[in-house]
């Protein structure tokens, strides 16, 4: 399977989907206009990472500094996505980095985290 880095910028995360580590990273700022359009390759990664290649884990870290409405969507469906593929038996981590004093960051995933079911962690950064 090939792994694959989706460039960020200040309006688009970095994307780093990486099967060999079993790793998926999001960093950055999500404010694209069209998140569902700059996702779309991230959604089709994923499902082949575990459909056809079969994979059993992967490990996601999300490292955001900002992410508009739009985007929250679609990291609530990206989260919807490991949960399914979670209930399917796949292990699978989240990792939810942010600031020591960004308490709206933590609020953030603490609200995804109340939606979905899926390993997950809280991790403060410099």
């Keep these: 399977m090939e792994n694959k880095i989706i460039e ?6 970095t994307v ?4 060999d580590n079993k790793l998926m990273q ?6 694209p206009e069209n998140p569902k359009v700059y996702f779309s ?5 994923i499902r082949n990472y575990f459909d056809e290649f079969n994979h059993q884990e992967l490990t996601v870290e999300m ?3 900002y992410f508009n409405t739009a985007s929250s969507k679609i990291l609530l469906d990206i989260l919807e996505l490991m949960e399914a593929y979670t ?3 796949k292990n699978i981590h989240i990792i939810w ?3 020591e004093d960004d308490d709206e960051l933590l609020e953030a995933g603490e609200e ?3 939606l979905v079911e899926v390993s997950h962690e809280y991790k403060i950064i410099d």
Excluded: Q, V
């Design 16 to 19: 780093n989907l990486n099967a």
């Design 63 to 65: 490292t955001l500094e």
């Design 112 to 114: 995804f985290f109340d």
């Design 26 to 31: 999001i960093t950055g700022i999500s404010r």
């Design 87 to 89: 209930e399917k038996g």
């Design 8 to 13: 960020g910028d200040e309006m688009h995360p």
């Design 97 to 99: 980095c942010y600031e």
């Design 41 to 45: 390759s991230t959604f089709e990664w």
